[in-house]
């Protein structure tokens, strides 16, 4: 993982995690820009390769094969990856409009989403047509499809809508996937029927005759309909209409035609062509805004109008790279020059491929070796990570050489020297009030003083009958989403209110950001602090205050009050197991071994994705579900892990406890990472605790025997309820969104022994 120790003067914004940018980002990885931050906004984060997806249709390829791990490869550049849609551009002020978070501001703006499929064009496809773009949401698709057709009952016609290299390519993968599932199923292959529909008179109208007879020649061979001239028109059902009024019932329609720009790009004021597609000069900037660049399909070349073929977007990345480079530093811009003719290797679905250049074309199983030692090569560039010098001089040398104003240059020299209080130096007054005056705590009635109307101190009223929690938690960002991260310390910090049964009242946060031009400052506040506000808005949390100074990396913490009856009414302690209660986990463990395989580059980006989901989920409605259910003794797993967490609570409940790893909910990839070795900083300070287990040379070896010490980051609640509730009650809480809820134990008897604590598998 790539970091900097110069302060962040230029955001670039990459829109999308196509072709190009993957390319960018790895071009950054390999010589960072000093002075310079990157983000990537994407909705997936495993991005597929067009020029691989046949082949993993036809079955000769996996998932993680033709994906490009777009978690692993930001964190290799440096790089900051937002999960979210984008809706919109605001150009007026640099900001880029997400569907589910805050805008993100930006200095130079780059997008590469591809293209959309137009199926709103035609009535009826919407609903009953199955686009193949945008290709990163494809994979769903084709897998449902694929269960369908293997579960169809005698029959199934499929349709293709498309008679470009596109859609032959992936009608002759499909044909040659679902015809071996119905032989394995022992079904006869033939129950399959292909249509393909062109609206030219010939497939593949911009290849060569030659090209285009070769594949004539295999779709006939094949048993192919095809039918020329045939616009489809309208979709009755599952029954295509051509303009010709030529009609066929298909039990499934893949479409692959007609695709244009994203429908949010017509709200920016962007130049776009008839179908949507931004139109950009020789230097890939935008034709009204030189803030902001397009490539790949979304982009429409005017001084040279390209065919959407990959093989662009993956030229286009250098120049790219290199123009976003040069627009953050004030200087000229090169032009980007397309090839005139370029290599298409098209895939006839069995390993055989033809090669089209030109007027030039060939054919063969030799083919298709190169083609896939081509695509191979390529996709080793996005999962095979150089090991990076952290000495090495980044590109421009160390010093950053960007365009700034006269007040942002004595900013960047405020930032890079010492400042007066050094690394507790508190941020101005200023970037504070413009950073939090845009958040909005939520109101309660016993916040008297608060952020509404900030003094030297919140004052907050104590109701009659309640006793106060006091609890604080703080810790440095380890993911570079902020937005993300603020959600994270939020819940984090919350979840041991919680888990004594707890309301959350007040929150004062205490903050710490690396130094920088105040407006990047202003921005990363305003993103953690969002995220965290949203959390404790959500729980009737109210913030209250808070102390925010500079450092080398941005923490997060937050002092929570909280209220309980006075009298302990529904207070869960760690001390109040029993014999005979029955163990639960709410939530999966791994999130130590995850991260630290995070910052080794070893995880994969999915992984990380769904740890984060689990880290955001609140523990308060769970909490209430075991109150109601009985529970007496309850905890928020943190950092001790696991076993320091039940060692923690046995010892006050004086009983002893009988601990099941075969039954242990895991987050995904978190027993590759253990038994690949990889743990977190922590651990070996947990490991100390394994004297507590009464048995553990005979569980040393199994497989799951680390993850009980891994430390956890907003972890699930760990606690007990009498036995005859236990099945309900994990049932409630899956019914609640903790599906990975897990009876892992039960509670016995003190016995004579020390250890308190026996293993099971």
Same mark, same amino acid.
């Given at each position: &993982? =790539? ?26 990885? @390999?010589?960072?820009?000093? !002075? ?15 020029? &691989? ?40 002020? =640099? ?78 993968? &499909? ?23 062109? *609206? ?24 192919? $309909? ?11 059902? %599952? ?18 035609? =007609? ?72 200087? *000229? ?7 005139? /003719? ?6 006839? !679905? ?6 089209? +250049? ?34 090495? +001089? ?10 700034? /104003? =006269? ?17 507790? *130096? ?34 907050? +009223? ?14 440095? #960002? ?37 130094? !920088? ?10 993103? @953690? ?19 925010? !100074? ?84 309850? /905890? ?8 320091? %967490? ?29 038994? #690949? ?43 007990? $309820?009498?036995?005859?509730? #236990? ?6 809480? +899956? ?27």
């Amino acid at each position: &993982m =790539q970091t900097s120790e110069q302060p962040i003067l230029r955001d670039i914004v990459l829109v999308g995690g196509g072709h190009s940018h993957v390319g960018v980002l790895r071009m950054f990885g @390999m010589k960072p820009w000093p !002075g310079v931050r990157l983000t990537l906004i994407c909705t997936d984060i495993h991005t597929p390769y067009s020029g &691989m997806l046949p082949g993993y249709i036809a079955g000769h390829y996996s998932y993680d094969d033709v994906h490009i791990d777009l978690g692993r490869l930001c964190a290799f550049a440096g790089a900051r990856l937002f999960k979210d849609e984008v809706v919109g551009i605001d150009r007026a002020n =640099q900001k880029v409009i997400c569907k589910n978070r805050p805008p993100v501001a930006y200095d130079a703006l780059s997008i590469n989403i591809g293209s959309t499929p137009q199926v709103q064009l035609v009535p009826g496809a919407l609903e009953h047509a199955v686009p193949v773009k945008p290709i990163a949401k494809f994979n769903q698709r084709w897998l449902n499809l694929l269960d369908r057709v293997k579960t169809h009952a005698g029959k199934t016609t499929i349709a293709v809508v498309g008679g470009g290299a596109g859609g032959v390519e992936l009608l002759l993968a &499909m044909q040659f996937r679902l015809r071996n599932e119905l032989k394995t199923m022992g079904r006869n292959p033939d129950e399959l029927e292909f249509h393909l529909f062109t *609206a030219d008179a010939d497939v593949l109208p911009t290849h060569n005759p030659g090209v285009r007879a070769r594949f004539e020649k295999v779709l006939n061979a094949r048993g192919v $309909v095809l039918h020329r001239d045939a616009e489809v028109v309208q979709l009755d059902g %599952h029954t295509l209409q051509t303009r010709q009024g030529e009609r066929l019932h298909a039990d499934e329609i893949m479409w692959v035609t =007609q695709a244009g720009g994203a429908a949010w790009l017509k709200n920016t004021d962007l130049e776009l062509d008839n179908r949507g597609f931004v139109n950009v000069g020789p230097t890939l900037q935008t034709s009204r805004d030189p803030k902001i660049f397009a490539a790949g399909d979304i982009a429409n070349l005017t001084s040279t109008p390209l065919e959407k073929a990959g093989v662009f977007a993956v030229r286009m990345s250098k120049p790219l790279a290199k123009n976003l480079h040069l627009f953050v530093q004030g200087a *000229a811009l090169k032009e980007y020059h397309p090839q005139k /003719t370029w290599l298409a290797l098209i895939s006839t !679905g069995d390993q055989y491929a033809v090669a089209s +250049k030109g007027s030039l074309g060939f054919a063969g199983a030799w083919v298709w070796q190169w083609k896939d030692w081509i695509d191979r090569r390529f996709m080793a560039k996005f999962s095979e990570f150089p090991e990076m010098d952290p000495n090495a +001089k980044p590109a421009g040398g160390n010093t950053p050489n960007l365009a700034l /104003t =006269q007040e942002e240059s004595l900013q960047a020299i405020s930032a890079i020297a010492m400042r007066c209080g050094g690394c507790g *130096a508190k941020v101005g007054s200023t970037v504070l009030s413009r950073a939090l005056g845009n958040l909005k705590p939520v109101d309660r009635a016993d916040v008297l003083v608060g952020l509404h109307a900030p003094d030297d101190a919140a004052i907050v +009223k104590v109701p009659p009958g309640k006793a106060m929690v006091h609890t604080v938690d703080f810790f440095r #960002a380890f993911v570079d989403d902020p937005y993300v991260f603020g959600k994270v310390a939020a819940n984090h910090a919350l979840g041991d209110v919680f888990a004594m049964g707890g309301e959350a009242q007040s929150a004062t946060a205490v903050v710490t950001v690396p130094p !920088g031009l105040e407006s990047k400052v202003e921005e990363l506040l305003f993103q @953690m602090m969002s995220g965290a506000v949203e959390v404790l808005n959500e729980a009737g949390c109210a913030l209250v205050g808070g102390h925010t !100074g500079e450092g080398r990396e941005l923490a997060l913490g937050f002092a929570i009050n909280g209220l309980v009856d006075e009298n302990l009414n529904g207070v869960m302690i760690k001390g109040g197991m029993r014999p005979g209660d029955v163990i639960l986990l709410t939530k999966p463990i791994g999130t130590g071994t995850l991260f630290a395989a995070l910052h080794q580059l070893k995880t994969k980006g999915r992984w990380i994705d769904a740890a984060l989901e689990s880290m955001v989920k609140s523990n308060r409605l769970g909490a209430q579900c075991l109150r109601e259910h009985g529970s007496k003794a309850c /905890t928020d797993l943190t950092g001790f892990g696991l076993l320091g %967490h039940l060692v923690e609570m046995t010892r006050p409940s004086e009983v002893d406890a009988e601990l099941d790893l075969s039954a242990l909910p895991l987050l995904d990839g978190a027993l590759d990472m253990v038994n #690949a070795g990889i743990v977190s900083s922590l651990q070996p300070a947990n490991v100390r605790l394994r004297r507590a287990i009464r048995n553990q040379a005979e569980y040393a070896n199994d497989p799951r025997y680390p993850l009980i010490f891994d430390p956890q980051t907003a972890g699930g609640l760990l606690a007990t $309820v009498p036995g005859d509730q #236990a099945e309900a009650c994990v049932a409630a809480l +899956k019914k609640l969104g903790y599906e990975h809820t897990a009876i892992i134990g039960r509670i016995l008897p003190q016995g004579d022994a020390l250890e308190p604590i026996v293993l099971k598998g």
